[in-house]
């Protein structure tokens, strides 16, 4: 497609439910990434795929969190019994590589009750 | 440690001014900056970036500013518009050439244009 595409938009589910996020990069771009933005605040990332190496899991805030990009190309980002600490806004981005912009999704906002 | 931070946390303007947002950064080999805007409820949008090996790059109405020196970059929006009205980022690589692309991101800036 002509940008990143995230989905659901929005979610919102129970404490203690796991949920899964879907990321549809820029068509060829080798390079992906999960951030996580929660209100007002900056970005924190959480890991970046790039080509077939092994992931930078180094921002995963712990082991409830897992991420997988499947053919090189869509990713999933997983919370495991969400807690409400995880509340935020899931944004994706892909980019052609180390040293080029990053192109970022409008984000799934999530929400734990 | 590796931060990246703006010196203030809004900014109003007056529409047609000349707007300088600012960005400090901490970690001395990083050696790609750049800037996004964004919108409420939308990601943030790529306005310009800069490699280290300048100190000055020019788009549209818009210019990025470095000062390795000093650790500082800047922000510069020519004759602001009420659609520049967005939180403004900073975000540096952090790690020098041999990154990983990661990008590390300052907190924010929310421009305000007055009519």
């Known amino acids: 497609g002509a940008g990143v595409s995230q989905s659901p938009s929005n979610k919102v589910t129970e404490k203690g439910k796991d949920v899964e996020l879907r990321c549809d990069p820029i068509?060829?771009?080798?390079?992906l990434y999960w951030y996580r933005q929660s209100l007002g605040q900056g970005l924190e990332f959480l890991i970046y795929?790039?080509?077939?190496?092994?992931?930078?899991k180094s921002g995963l805030p712990s082991d409830r969190f897992s991420a997988e990009r499947t053919g090189g190309s869509v990713s999933t980002l997983t919370i495991q019994r969400t807690q409400q600490e995880d509340s935020a806004v899931y944004l994706c981005?892909?980019?052609?590589?180390?040293?080029?912009?990053?192109?970022f999704g409008n984000g799934t906002r999530l929400t734990v009750t | 440690g590796e931060s990246v931070g703006l010196h203030l946390p809004t900014l109003s303007v007056q529409e047609g001014d000349n707007s300088i947002i600012n960005c400090a950064y901490s970690n001395s080999a990083s050696d790609y900056f750049i800037w996004y805007k964004q919108e409420s409820g939308k990601g943030p949008q790529f306005i310009i970036d800069i490699r280290s090996n300048m100190d000055k790059r020019q788009g549209q109405r818009v210019t990025v500013l470095l000062n390795k020196t000093v650790k500082h970059l800047s922000l510069q929006i020519a004759a602001t518009q009420p659609g520049d009205s967005a939180v403004y980022f900073c975000?540096?690589?952090?790690?020098?050439?041999?990154?990983?692309?990661?990008?590390?991101f300052g907190q924010g800036t929310t421009l305000q244009v007055k009519p």
């Open positions: 981005a892909s980019s052609n590589g180390p040293g080029s912009p990053l192109h």
């Open positions: 795929f790039q080509g077939n190496s092994a992931p930078d």
């Open positions: 068509s060829g771009h080798t390079a």
């Open positions: 975000a540096e690589n952090g790690r020098g050439s041999s990154n990983t692309g990661k990008l590390i």
